[in-house]
């Protein structure tokens, strides 16, 4: 089982994008979800995770721009970005914490997948 990111694109600056994270044969609805980005030439890092009680982590990078909810008829897990800037631009995968913490370390999380691209024109 894998975690697919997707709903990445062009968007240009202060534009927004939602993306959706799903997953086949697993249901995220009882699991800690995070979002992650990987831009080039630079490490992998959290951006925003959902716990299964609903409480919620963002980085500061994103905090008040980015909105992470979970989509419990479709049994996904969104990521509302908006006011998007060039810094924004990565590959943003999404990963399961089957520990439950609720951090965005990337540490510990797991099942990833193919990440989907996001792309931010100034």
């Known amino acids: 089982v894998q975690l697919q990111a997707s709903g990445g694109g062009l968007v240009q600056s202060g534009g927004s994008l939602r993306l959706s994270c799903a997953a086949s044969g697993l249901s995220l609805d009882v699991w800690t979800i995070g979002w992650f980005r990987q831009a080039p030439g630079k490490e992998r890092e959290g951006v925003a995770c959902i716990s299964n009680d609903e409480s919620t982590v963002y980085s500061d990078s994103v905090k008040g721009r980015f909105t992470i909810s979970r989509d419990k008829r479709k049994d996904t897990v969104q990521l509302q970005m908006n006011s998007l800037n060039p810094e924004d631009t990565a590959v943003y995968y999404c990963?399961?914490?089957?520990?439950?913490?609720?951090?965005?370390?990337?540490?510990?999380?797991?099942?990833w997948g193919r990440g989907t691209l996001v792309t931010v024109s100034s």
């Open positions: 990963a399961l914490d089957p520990s439950g913490w609720g951090s965005i370390r990337v540490y510990g999380y797991e099942l």
